[in-house]
């Protein structure tokens, strides 16, 4: 299968992030990688980005495809390289996959590169059967997913319109698990259990008293301000979701397409605030 070509700028970013001095892969990472792939490495006394960039470039140009920049991004996102910082290979594929949602690939939380199927133009609803499941599922993922691209929807947010999660009756299933994953990157981001309830999970993590995680500096008023606000936003949306999964579905919360676009573009907004939020001493925390 050939792999779309990488734009030049593109592919200068997401060595950057790979290459960073401090934060990316280490020079023997890079040799090991290029050295699995049979990548010609012949720039090694260049600093890191650029080193991965010319060797990436020149192997692109060879075979006027973009197979083996994903294999390198493949393995330099593997888990198992990450197995003692999580929220390294979080932020690190958060960074990579904001490129190549560019031309519809992503990496998964496994560490595999896959297929986002974005629908070029909105497509054509039709009124069908109740009966007839799968073409009604296909057109609303089709659905959703034309709206979120067209909204810029966070990765963690877009990736979940699946066939599966929208197969039921409603969008119910998608805004709960999209909440979720706010509640997984929360509980990455702090490395310790705090608790199994989600609004106890949020108030800890962000409390201005003894926070775990910021925003921002909280240094001054506004900045405390900012945090309480993004605090309450997320207790609010939290609390409509925590307890209601294993409810009778016939008496939960009912939520159409209209309804689902405007919580999951929240929840797109809080998963962009959340990966800004970085680990806090507790001591310099304000009241």
Known sequence: M???LISDEHLED???ILGDQNEGLSESDIS??????HIHDNFSQKIKWKR???SLLDRQSKDDCGNYVFAFLKEALHPARYKTDLDLFSQRRRKVNQ???HYDYMISSKGDISRIEVAEAKPKLQVLPQTDAPATTEAKVNNLRYELNKRSAHIDVFVLCTPELLGGKDYFDIVYEASRTLINKILMKVKIHISDDW???ARKAFSLRRPLLAVNTLQTAQEQYEQKAFTNMLRGLLRGFRDVKHLDPTTRWHIDEAQALNLLGMISYLHQQ???AVPTNPI???N
């Not at 090991?32 to 792939?37: D, E, G, K, N």
């Open 99 to 101: 490129i190549l949602t």
């Open 52 to 54: 991965i960039f010319q």
């Open 32 to 37: 090991i990688i290029f050295s699995q792939l």
């Open 2 to 4: 050939r792999m779309p």
């Open 284 to 286: 310099h925390s304000r």
């Open 14 to 16: 997401l060595c950057k």
């Open 199 to 201: 609004d106890e999970i």
């Open 274 to 276: 959340l990966d800004k």
